[in-house]
């Protein structure tokens, strides 16, 4: 369970359910152990109702029609399985990252721009993570197209809004920190060589 998907089941609870905090604590809890055992979108989000004592949502009129794989953080349809994956360099030590979806095409855009900037910002900064880290960066590139394919999530089937799939890839620092690393090493060798 990633803390990202932690994250955005507090920001639902807070819209959704409301209340004080222990309240919310309470129905997140409820939420993450359905989500814990594989359970789906629609089960958690009234399992965290129930836990409270709030009414469950009626579902939307699309729900049994839209048959289909639901994005795991709004519940939107259409959504993608896929893996998108971060890693992190810190000079000895590293961390490898992945979060599972499957993805609407706008929660899955957030994720896959900021875990692929981190990537490139800052995932080469070790020996073995130096080369992990363009590694990384790739699978999700050709990864990218499963998302790209997806049509905008058909907004009443959403269980809650989609996040926002942010600045693109070339809008934020990663891609240029990258390139300034790898013209930095280059024009090291090429001057070792030159020797
Ligand atoms: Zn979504």
């Known amino acids: 369970m990633g803390e990202d998907n932690r994250r955005l089941w507090a920001e639902w609870v807070a819209r959704e ?3 004080d905090e222990t309240r919310q604590q309470t129905a997140l809890a409820a939420a993450m152990q359905v989500l814990q055992t594989g359970g789906p979108v629609t089960d958690a ?6 836990a409270v004592g709030a009414a469950p949502a009626p579902p939307p009129v699309t729900y049994f029609q839209a048959a289909g794989t639901r994005c795991r953080f709004c519940g ?3 959504a993608v399985p896929m893996t998108i994956y971060e890693h992190n360099g810190y000079l000895i030590l590293m961390t490898f990252k992945n979060l599972k979806g499957p993805f609407c095409r706008y929660c899955g855009l957030n994720v896959w721009r900021r875990m692929t900037d981190a990537t490139l910002l800052r995932g080469w900064l070790g020996m073995f993570s130096f080369f992990i880290a363009p590694v990384t960066a790739l699978i999700n590139v050709v990864n990218l197209s499963k998302l790209t394919s997806l049509p905008a999530p058909d907004p009443s089937s ?3 809004p989609p996040a926002d799939p942010g600045a693109g890839l070339f809008r934020r ?23």
Do not use: E
């Not at 989000?45 to 129930?50: E, G, P, V």
């Not at 390139?179 to 090493?185: D, E, L, P, R, T």
């Open 45 to 50: 989000s009234n399992a965290a109702r129930a």
């Open 76 to 78: 939107s349809v259409p």
């Open 158 to 160: 959403a269980m809650r």
């Open 17 to 19: 359910i409301g209340g």
């Open 173 to 195: 620092p990663g891609v240029y920190v990258y390139i300034g690393v790898i013209a930095i090493v280059l024009i090291y060798f090429a001057l070792v060589v030159s020797r």
